[in-house]
């Protein structure tokens, strides 16, 4: 059965920084491109990193570029996602995603797998 695990949520303040991880299970990624999406309450779900199969491409919404940093260790099947600079506005539900393909894309359609999520709190 196909996994994907996300671990580091949490409650942090305004200007910290907070790493998240996904971690998976069962099949192997390391072919697959890998995302990060958020989701906050009332709104749609929202591109937030991507990376290629081998980490040597990674693609982020120019509102966050500079802030968020995706990387992944193909060897611990794990991907990971720094964020620095947290604001507010960051708190959402963060998922990871595995691609269909082996690049990233910012559209949620090109994503097979998902993960269940992990809430990240920004207070002010």
């Known amino acids: 059965q196909v996994q994907l695990k996300e671990s580091g949520g949490g409650l942090v303040q305004a200007g910290d920084s907070l790493r998240l991880s996904c971690s998976f299970s069962?099949?192997?990624?390391?072919?697959?491109?890998l995302a990060w999406f958020r989701q906050a309450p009332g709104k749609e779900r929202e591109f937030v990193a991507g990376i290629s199969w081998r980490g040597e491409i990674a693609k982020y919404p120019e509102s966050l570029e500079g802030r968020f940093a995706i990387s992944r260790d193909n060897a611990q099947n794990t991907l990971y996602l720094q964020m620095d600079g947290l604001k507010p506005e960051d708190s959402a539900d963060y998922f990871c995603?595995?691609?269909?393909?082996?690049?990233?894309?910012?559209?949620?359609?090109?994503?097979?797998?998902w993960g269940q999520g992990t809430q990240v709190t920004v207070s002010s």
């Open positions: 995603a595995a691609a269909r393909g082996s690049y990233a894309s910012s559209d949620r359609s090109a994503y097979r797998y």
């Open positions: 069962g099949r192997i990624f390391s072919n697959n491109g």
